[in-house]
């Protein structure tokens, strides 16, 4: 990974206050059942990684040879799980092409996304409701994307019928993850 890629990764994560401007907190009968919070989140992250940078709505791990960065934001009931892929210079349209067909049928729960000229593996997920189960599948169909950039374009889960994709990368990862990081 370049370092520019690093420096913006690190200028886009300290400049985050707020998913949404204009996100409501959850209705408080919301509140009473929420399953995941920051400090669960965190439980989950120290499992798999004893020495994650960061804290409280914003970490980085390593998955694999992977820079893994999740952010929250409690009050906007939030949570993301973002890897870099490349810098938008290097993709050609052949490559934009296929990233589009595998958001559509390959890539699951995670998806490709560009911002700040680079090429993301991104999963989006409601804090409040978010599973353990959830969190670790999103988290290896995430690595899975930037795996598989290039080849299967696959989250490595399942594959949607009515798409162009055919192959499917294996879920050796997400069942690892799934095994490491659940409670016990």
């Known amino acids: 990974m370049s370092d520019r890629i690093l420096k913006l990764l690190v200028i886009i994560l300290f400049s985050i206050c707020s998913f949404s401007v204009n996100a409501e907190p959850a209705e408080p009968e919301q509140a009473s059942t929420c399953s995941m919070n920051n400090s669960k989140l965190e439980e989950i992250i120290l499992r798999l990684d004893k020495a994650p940078e960061g804290g409280d709505g914003l970490w980085q791990l390593k998955v694999g040879n992977h820079a893994v960065t999740v952010i929250t934001d409690e009050d906007a009931d ?73 080849g299967s374009f696959s989250s490595g889960s399942s594959t949607f019928i009515g798409g162009d994709t055919s192959d499917l990368k294996e879920k050796e990862l997400i069942k690892e993850l799934l095994k490491k990081g659940k409670a016990i």
């Open 78 to 150: 939030r949570m993301r799980i973002v890897v870099p892929i490349t810098e938008t210079s290097e993709l050609s349209e052949k490559h934009l092409y296929r990233i589009m067909q595998a958001n559509f049928d390959s890539t699951l729960d995670a998806r490709y996304a560009i911002a700040k000229e680079i090429l993301w593996s991104a999963y989006i997920h409601p804090l409040s409701t978010l599973s353990d189960e959830d969190f670790l599948s999103g988290l290896g169909q995430t690595v899975n994307l930037v795996d598989t950039f290039g």
